[in-house]
């Protein structure tokens, strides 16, 4: 047999895997210590299971943990093995954060403004699904339901997923004969959805340099020591002078954008420098592609 590929569970996995105790356990506080004490609906999985908390008081968490254990029954099949492992972590994770603020029953918080204690709780468990998020991990629920039906269904996932919480949302009139509630949850499930795609940005948010001095060797060798990114030297020309040039390509985090500049100026004051957003860096020192 040939040599398989071997991964580094040491260089990646135990970040990975820290970052999804941090986001589920961010969504377990901002749903049951701002959405749930005042009674809103939302959407996933995790919102049936509050749903049906205010409907027959059954513990959020065990039902988390037994709807997410039945899907992941049927479903392991069209899991990869490394999604599969984060996605059980996740579940589990959840399940024990849920639980655990479950069992200390914490006073309710902001009782006056229960709108904003709503919009706080979504900014908080959005925030901690766009952690799970970024390391291709899952906390379950209607990830598993979207990969499941688009096996069998041309349906993009995203249609999927709003389809699945407008059907849980929607479902609360049977519980408060409201379509307050209805809105409310839609209010839930928008500032959620845009508070994920917040986080998702900020952390993949890289940047591209194109740098043009006479001192590039130097700027080249500072970066790689100092900031400790790759250079990538490019022969360019300048049409106006009809001279040569070299052109320094860097790519970079957005939080070193600063200490780019910084370093720059610090060597070649007279430097021009183009700096421009990009949509994703897969790599080393950068996204692992998914």
């Not at 509050?50 to 039902?63: D, E, G, H, T």
């Not at 918080?109 to 991990?137: K, Q, Y």
């Not at 740098?211 to 790759?230: C, D, K, P």
């Amino acid at each position: 047999m040939g040599n398989l590929p071997e991964f580094s569970l040491k260089k990646f996995y135990w970040k990975d895997y820290m970052i999804i105790f941090l986001g589920t356990f961010m969504y377990a506080l901002g749903v049951t210590q701002f959405i749930m004490p005042h009674q809103f609906v939302m959407g996933g999985l995790t919102g049936l299971a509050v749903l049906l908390n205010y409907a027959f008081s059954l513990p959020v968490s065990i039902m988390v943990f037994l709807m997410n254990g039945l899907l992941l029954l049927m479903a392991f099949r069209l899991l990869g093995s490394e999604f599969l492992v984060k996605t059980i972590v996740g579940v589990g994770a959840l399940t024990l954060f849920i639980g655990m603020f479950e069992w200390l029953q914490l006073p309710i918080i902001l009782t006056e403004e229960p709108l904003i204690a709503g919009l706080i709780g979504s900014i908080v468990a959005g925030a901690g699904v766009g952690l799970v998020m970024s390391v291709n991990g899952s906390s379950g629920g209607t990830d598993i339901i979207v990969l499941v039906i688009n096996k069998y269904r041309h349906i993009t996932p995203g249609r999927t997923m709003l389809i699945v919480d407008l059907i849980i949302v929607g479902s609360s009139f049977f519980v408060f004969k409201s379509v307050e509630t209805i809105l409310f949850g839609i209010i839930i499930i928008a500032v959620m959805s845009t508070s994920v795609d917040w986080v998702l940005n900020g952390i993949r948010q890289s940047v591209q340099f194109f740098i043009f001095s006479s001192q590039y060797e130097e700027i080249a060798t500072q970066i790689n020591l100092q900031l400790h990114r790759g250079c990538t030297v490019l022969d360019g020309m300048g049409w106006y002078t009809q001279q040569p040039q070299k052109v320094l390509l860097v790519l970079a985090k957005r939080s070193e954008s600063t200490s780019i500049f910084r370093l720059v100026k610090k060597i070649d004051k007279h430097a021009f420098i183009s700096q421009s957003n990009v949509v994703g860096v897969y790599g080393e020192g950068f996204d692992r592609m998914k």
